[in-house]
T-cell receptor, first 116, second 109 residues
Framework: DTGVSQNPRHKITKRGQNVTFRCDPI?????LYWYRQTLGQGPEFLTY????????KSRLLSDRFSAERPKGSFSTLEIQRTEQGDSAMYLC??????????????FGNGTRLTVT | KQEVTQIPAALSVPEGENLVLNCSFT??????LQWFRQDPGKGLTSLLL?????REQTSGRLNASLDKSSGRSTLYIAASQPGDSATYLC????????FGAGTRLFVKA
């Protein structure tokens, strides 16, 4: 198992364009999380999935953001009509669900988004 | 609402020094606390996870302690090396997982 994989590593886009990021979690991890991190700050929670079900969304996730996890495997995060304030590192994490929330989080290397 | 604070925000030490990074949190109703390392432009690498019922965890030169009642955790790094230079983040895991802003560590050769 190679860990959590995120693509692309970097994305530069013009304001107003749509972008989509992909996350492949560790196989058999049924929880998948998306976080956003800006410079000098810790990651901020965006949303998470238990298998294919999206169970929670942060208020940070405006209606321009949408996340999916079809079939409970990989996940995509789409940002529509990007704004300069969307520039950040988008991190994906996964964890096994063993009946309690004490399982460790495993992070990917992130996708760095720059909106010009 | 859980708030997580990491002190100091930045730290520069000579190689070989032992050092302590601090993480404090306001709500003691947590499941566990996880320490991560982040290199520039990279994702987070898990270092140690302490369950709420535990007092400390050790891995190599790293030792993490947890005092839930006082809302504090410390990460102790022994005999620091230049390769330890990175940002260290604590994540307090309760109903939600809340991260601190991190401590940027620079170890001088």
């Amino acid at each position: 198992d190679t860990g959590v994989s995120q693509n692309p590593r970097h994305k530069i886009t013009k304001r107003g364009q749509n972008v989509t990021f992909r996350c492949d979690p560790i196989s058999e991890h049924n929880r998948l999380y998306w976080y956003r991190q800006t410079l000098g700050q810790g990651p901020e929670f965006l949303t998470y999935f238990q298998n294919e079900a999206q169970l929670e969304k942060s208020r940070l996730l405006s209606d321009r953001f949408s996340a999916e996890r079809p079939k409970g495997s990989f996940s995509t995060l789409e940002i529509q009509r990007t704004e300069q304030g969307d520039s950040a590192m988008y991190l994906c994490a996964s964890s096994p669900w063993e009946g309690d929330p004490s399982s460790p989080l495993h992070f990917g290397n992130g996708t760095r988004l720059t909106v010009t | 609402k859980q708030e997580v604070t990491q002190i100091p925000a930045a730290l520069s030490v000579p190689e070989g020094e032992n050092l302590v990074l601090n993480c404090s949190f306001t709500d003691s109703a947590i499941y566990n606390l996880q320490w991560f390392r982040q290199d520039p432009g990279k994702g987070l690498t898990s270092l140690l996870l302490i369950q709420s019922s535990q007092r400390e965890q050790t891995s190599g030169r790293l030792n993490a302690s947890l005092d839930k009642s006082s809302g504090r955790s410390t990460l102790y790094i022994a005999a620091s090396q230049p390769g330890d230079s990175a940002t260290y983040l604590c994540a307090v895991r309760g109903f939600k997982t809340i991260f601190g802003a991190g401590t940027r560590l620079f170890v001088k050769a």
